[in-house]
Every structure is written in C-alpha cells, then in structure tokens.
C-alpha cells in the first residue's frame, strides 16, 4: 500500500505527466461527450498529427535549452523549403524517395549553417537572425517552387500514412527517434554539455566545454529535425505547400514548454514534449466537438494550456 | 600641529566579529580638528570596517566610540554620526544611477525642501564641484548612470564636502583617487589640505603610499584588524611604511626539500605576457611547478588566467567567482563534479553512470565534501563545500595545468589546509598550477612568484627570494614611476 503511494507520488513529481494527464482528460471528456463514438479514431488521428509536432519540437527543445535568448524561428520555413524541394526532386517517382530524402536533409543543413553563420558571425539575437532568415529561406521556397503541385511518390504517402492496428507506422518510428535523442540528451557529451551551457555559459567555458560548437550543432540539428519534418509532411499531407509550415512556429514553441521544458534553459524534457503534441491536438478536438463558437474556443485553448503549465512548474518545485 | 587642536572623536578598544572572524580587534583612534590622518594596510586588514563603524554603518561588537567627549551608546547610527558632522566617502559609490547629480545631492541633505530645493541643491553640488575640481564639465542635470566612473567619484566627493544646516567635521575619503586621474586626484588632494586648514578633519585611505606621505598630518598603519603603528607622516618613508604593513616576523623558511628552483630547467610549459605588458617580461611556467600570481585584488591576475585557459591544452579552471564562473545550479553535486571528466566516462559513446558515481565519491571522500547524497542539488552544499566540488572537478579531470582564479574565497581554514596538502602532492606528480590569490600565506605556497600591478607583471620573485615585504613593495610601486 505504502509502496504504491509513493510510486503514485513519484510519478506525479514528473514534470513530463501533467502533459499526459491533460491530454487524457480532454479524450476523456471527448467521448463521454460523444458517448464512446469515435474513441479510436480521434488517438488515431491525435497521434498522426503530434508526430509532426514532435519532430520540430524536440529540436526547438534543444535549442531552447541552450539557455535566455536562444529560439529558432525559422522551422515553418525550413519546413517548406524542404518540402517543396524534395517534391520537386522525386516528382511522384519511387525509387527516389531516399534521393528525396537527402535532398530534404540538405537543405536543412543549409539553413542551420546559415542561421548559426547571422548569430555568429553578424552577432544578431537568434530571434531576429532566425525570422529574418526565415523570409530569406522562404522567398527561396517559391522562386524555386513556383506554381509546382507535385504528388509525393506513392510509397511515401503509404509509409506516412499506414496504421498499424490503429497505430500509425510514422508515429512509432518517431518514437524510437524521439527514445534515441533522449539517450543523446542524457548520456552523451554532447547533450550534457547543451544542458551546461544553458545553465551557466560561462562556467560551462571553464569546464572545458566548447561553448560556441555546441551551439552550432544544436541550431544545425534543430534545422535537420525540421527539414525532416518538411519530407515527411509533404508526404502525408499529398504534396507540398507553400503555408504547410505556418502552424508549426507556435506549436513547436508550445509543446516544449507545455512539455516541462525550462524556458530559461538547462533543464529539458523530451517524453512532455509526446503528452503535449497529444494534448494540444486533443484540446482543439474536444472544443470543436463541444461545437463552441470560435472566440470562446481561443478563450478555452488558452486558459486551459496556462492551467496545465501552473500544474507542472508547481510539482517541479518540491524535487 | 597646531596650538589649538580639539578632540572630535576617540575610538576606545574597539572590536568587531564576523561570525568567528575578527575583523578588528582593540583598535584606538583619534580625531582632532586640522588634521589628516593616513590610514594604509593590506587587503582586509580592517580598514574599511573601522569607517564603517566610525560613520555608523556597522555596529562594534566591543569598545566605545565618543564623539566631542560624549559617549555614544549602541544606538550610534548613520544618521547620529551625519548630525555629528561625520560623513564618509565609500568605495562602492553610493549615488543613485537613476537620479540626475542634484536629486542626489538632495537625497544626502534632508533640509533642501520645499518650494525651489531643485535650484537649491544645484547651485549648492555645482559650487562645491567648481571649488574642489576646477574644469569638471559635469551637468547636474545629468543621470549619474550616463556619467563615467571618475565623474560620479567626484560627485559623490563633492557631495560629501557640501554643507546645509548641519555641521561638516570629518570627511572619511576611502580609496578615493583609485578612479581619477593624476590631475584630478592632486586638486582632491590639496582641497583636503584646504578644508583641513580651515579647521575640518579627513582620514584618507589609499594604496597609493606616495598620496598618503604627501597629504597627511599622521599615518595609520593597520594590519590583521588592529593598529600596528601609528606616527607622524615625517617619520615614515615608502619603505619603513611598507615594512610597517607587512609582518617582518613571517619571513618565509625554507624547506629541507625545496627544490623550486631545479623544476625551472627545459622549456617552459608556458610562456607568456600579459596583454598590456609594456616591457619584455613574461610569464613562465615549468612542468610540476605551482607559479602564484601576486598583487592587490583586481590587478588583472584575472584577465591572465582567462587569456591562458584553454582546454584544448588540458587545462582545468577552479573559479573564485562561485555563481558567475563555476557552479550548474540545476545539476546535483556529482554532475558538477563529473562535468569536467565527461570524456573519460565514455564507453564507447555513451557516459557510463556506474563510472560517473564512484569517480564522484572518490573524490568526495578524497576532499570531505559534507553531504549526506552526492545526487542532492549543488546549492544544498554550504560555500565552502561547493567551492570543494570545485575543486574535485578540476583535480579528477586528467588536465595537467590546473588555473586557480583566487580559489579559496569563503573557504574555511582547515579545508584550506587539506586542499594546499592536496596541491603540493598533484604538483610533485607532475600537474603544473597558475595561482591568482591575494593572501600572503598562499603564496608561500607556491615555487614562483609574478605580481601584478595595472595589469602588467612587475616583478617575478623565485621561492627562495620570497617574503612579504618584496612583494608588497612590488605590488605598490604605483605612483612612483
């Protein structure tokens, strides 16, 4: 009896699982609202659209861990670029998925070099340097896709789209992405050295840390992440868009920080980043579902992500 | 001097703890009108503490203070000693950067009230600046945040001479000219001369020995909390005054096994000079030994180890500036000990926990860091001990120089012991350390010595030709060139 209690309270002093709570709740009154209809569908549907979130969040968790100031607002863009760029390259072919693939990946490696070259180099603020070189990063995007509404190749809109027993393929390989960054995070060198620098930079120089090459590495595999996502979302979605990425600049942001993630850097938190993608996906589901008017959907999303953020800041404290 | 001295004020056996330190212990003092009085001594020999007491702002835990003949009990506060006419100069300015010169002038003098106190306080800070620093060119209207740091010293100097209702009879000027220029610190120096033949009193404190031999009626001499000589300014020199603040008794011995100098042989592992360095002299450092960086605080010892560091050349930094430079305050004792050892707890890729936990306790054990559970988080440990997990970090790294930036801040004296223990045995293995410290007894520690004055080496002293006289003279050789 004793022992389960405090399994109980141990589990709840995670910051990752008021995240899930949350996420489970609003399933939770989902169904009862729709007496069960659907139960199965909606996480089906819930986990196919976290995966994307997840993807660009945990590289935005990344490069938010680095500490004050750091931030990466070009993904939705960079998700664009490497949408329209490997649609283009592949066009509807199959044996040029892998092709695809790399081309994707490239083009993110160019945006992370040149986002770290304008912190770097120019000294701006990431938060400028990263929007600023989002329009750049875009403007390429259409001069390079224009008018092009290509259909990804078959065999890519089958992978990201295949469910297997209600659990979509795309999400587990996500997971075992997300289980093998979270292993980076906390036993290699190079994740703890990100957790250092985002408490103390200057005693992370004096450890012997390589300050500035870890920023680098961060800010680049928060790009790859992204471009990443671009490939696997043109895929899904049927083809790329020019406005494919909008979403994504608030989300990645949201579900890092509904995920428990220390805004002021050196904490993060990988699994929270899961329950919030589950959890932000659920909310809109459930409001809409209730069939509220806008305004007081806006209202409610709010209210509800501030309450979730209280609840897992608070049991972070005591620990 | 003068026929008709009075007495203002006379310190009578007073005393004053710090917790178990004694920062001044039976210290007596007089003030007479017409008189400046030189205070000098070493870093925390009690200087400031002792106007901090006379001006109020700290209590004595013993003695007595009177002031014109009238005991002064407990009660004795800052604003007592302002009706007394005491007032004090601080080191940490004491303006308000967001208020412009004359609000602050009114902030010191209560009675500039009323309709017009801004005219008021103006012309009276403007006058007084006029008077004392000729050619100032400082608006009153000024914020004190947009003016550099010799123009607040002299507000705040101007500030202080500036009388209202109350009476003005001592003015305590505490390193006063380390901020202005030669110019600007000789018309400081002769208006003190001019407000002293008036009738006022001044105690001066300085390290700048000529400023002190030159202005003041009588000289101080202070060192571990109490008075250690007191005469008229005509019967020191610059040298009888430098042997007044160092002990002569403490002579370093040596030992049986000294072998400083046979490590000085080869190539030097590091050679080196620091950026404003205006001759050929140069830091050298041999394998095995451990070089002390010498001088008053803030001489640009500092800037030396920073402009060395680099870990590519397997160094380890131990940080004197706990919270700015060295401790991760999310991560637990261990992490922050372990840090600085990440590569030697790979295996194949990945750290290995088993290995980052007994690397920590060995070294807990091997420094008695106190806590009950290395995974607790660094601030639970006292100063001291995370100043140890500090040190445990640098030592289990294999890097083979170990930078120490003044290390022993907030460290207690047996700690202090172990860890001298701990250096001199990592030395004679062969590890080479650069130590910046400000305490005398360190530095008997240490093969070599380089002291530091603006930022420059100025002298470069080899164990054997130690002692505490060469380097206090070293280190206030200042104005005489």
């Known amino acids: 009896m004793h022992s389960i209690s405090s399994l109980f309270h141990h589990t709840l002093a995670k910051p990752w699982i008021w995240a899930f709570i949350g996420a489970f709740a609003v399933w939770l009154a989902t169904i009862i609202f729709t007496g069960g209809q659907g139960a199965g569908q909606m996480l089906t549907a819930a986990l196919s659209f976290a995966t994307f979130s997840v993807i660009v969040g945990i590289g935005q968790m990344f490069v938010i861990s680095l500490g004050p100031g750091n931030i990466d607002l070009s993904i939705p863009a960079n998700i664009t670029l490497a949408g329209v760029v490997s649609m283009k390259l592949m066009d509807s072919h199959n044996e040029m998925i892998l092709l695809g693939l790399g081309a994707a990946l490239l083009s993110g490696l160019a945006v992370g070099i040149f986002n770290y070259t304008l912190i770097r180099l120019l000294r701006i603020p990431p938060i400028i340097a990263t929007m600023s070189s989002s329009f750049l990063i875009l403007s390429t995007a259409i001069a390079y896709g224009r008018g092009l509404k290509i259909k990804p190749p078959a065999a890519l809109a089958e992978f990201t789209t295949t469910h297997i027993y209600g659990v979509p393929l795309l999400a587990i390989c996500i997971v075992v992405l997300a289980f093998i960054l979270g292993v980076m995070l906390h036993r290699t060198v190079f994740g703890q050295s990100i957790l250092a620098i985002g408490q103390n930079p200057r005693a992370a120089k004096f450890a012997g840390i390589s300050v500035e090459y870890v920023r680098f590495c961060t800010y680049l595999l928060c790009a790859l992440l992204a471009s990443l996502c671009g490939y696997l979302l043109a895929g899904f979605s049927g083809g790329a868009s020019l406005n494919m990425g909008t979403e994504y600049l608030l989300a990645s942001i949201a579900v890092v920080v509904i995920g428990g993630t220390s805004v002021a850097g050196g904490f993060s938190n990988l699994p929270g980043i899961w329950g919030a993608a589950l959890f932000m996906f659920l909310l809109v589901t459930m409001l809409n579902t209730f069939g509220l008017s806008a305004g007081l959907r806006l209202m409610l999303t709010g209210i509800i992500i501030v309450g979730v953020i209280i609840l897992s800041t608070r049991s972070k404290q005591p620990s | ?481």
């Open chain 2, 1 to 481: 001097m003068s026929k008709n001295k009075k007495n203002i004020v006379t310190l009578t056996g007073v005393g004053k703890s710090f917790g178990a330190v004694k920062a001044l212990q039976n210290v007596q003092l007089e003030i007479s009108t017409g008189e400046c009085i030189g205070l000098v001594g070493h870093n925390g020999a009690g200087k400031s503490t002792l106007m901090n007491i006379l001006a109020g702002t700290l209590t004595p835990t013993k003695g007595e203070i009177n002031v014109s003949q009238v005991a002064q009990d407990q009660l004795y506060n800052v604003a007592i000693a302002h009706q007394q006419g005491i007032r004090c100069v601080f080191q940490e300015l004491s303006l308000c950067p967001n208020l412009t010169v004359t609000e602050n002038t009114r902030v010191m003098h209560a009675s500039l009230q009323g309709w017009g106190w801004r005219k008021k306080a103006g012309a009276l800070i403007i006058d007084m600046l006029d008077e004392i620093f000729p050619g100032h060119g400082i608006s009153i209207k000024a914020l004190i945040d947009d003016l550099s740091l010799s123009q607040r010293q002299m507000v705040e100097i101007a500030r202080a001479f500036s009388i209202t209702d109350t009476q003005l009879r001592i003015v305590i000027l505490d390193e006063p000219t380390s901020s202005l220029d030669a110019v600007v610190a000789d018309q400081l120096l002769q208006h003190i001369r001019r407000f002293v033949s008036r009738g006022g009193a001044c105690v001066l404190i300085s390290h700048m020995l000529e400023e002190i031999l030159s202005s003041c009626d009588r000289i101080v001499v202070m060192r571990d909390g109490t008075v250690v000589a007191e005469k008229n300014a005509t019967d020191f020199n610059r040298d009888s005054l430098v042997a007044a603040m160092g002990s002569m008794a403490r002579e370093y011995q040596h030992d049986a096994n000294d072998d400083a100098a046979s490590k000085r042989q080869g190539t030097a592992l590091i050679n080196c000079a620091p950026k404003l360095q205006h001759d050929e002299q140069q830091l050298r450092v041999y394998k095995g030994e451990i070089v002390g960086l010498a001088g008053l605080a803030g001489q640009g010892q500092t800037e030396m180890l920073v402009q060395l560091f680099s870990p590519q050349k397997s160094m380890a930094f131990v940080a004197g500036d706990r919270q700015s430079d060295g401790i991760f305050p999310l991560w637990s004792i261990a992490e922050n000990i372990t840090i600085g050892s990440m590569r030697n707890l790979l295996r194949k890729f990945l750290l290995d926990k088993n290995s980052a936990a007994a690397l920590a306790s060995h070294w807990q054990q091997k420094i008695a860091i106190r806590s009950p559970d290395l995974n607790h988080n660094i601030l639970s440990l006292s100063g001291g001990n995370q100043q140890k997990a500090l040190f445990a970090r640098a030592l289990a790294s294999n890097a083979q120089t170990v930078l120490m930036d003044d290390p022993m801040r907030g460290v207690d004296i047996g700690t202090k012991q172990d860890v001298y223990d701990m250096i001199r045995a990592e030395a004679d293995n062969g590890r080479t350390f650069l130590w910046y410290t400000t305490e005398f007894d360190e530095l008997k520690h240490c093969d070599h010595v380089y002291v530091f004055r603006n930022g420059e080496i100025v002298a470069d002293i080899p164990k054997t030709q130690m002692n505490e006289q060469r380097i206090l003279q070293a280190s206030f050789k200042a104005s005489a060139a």
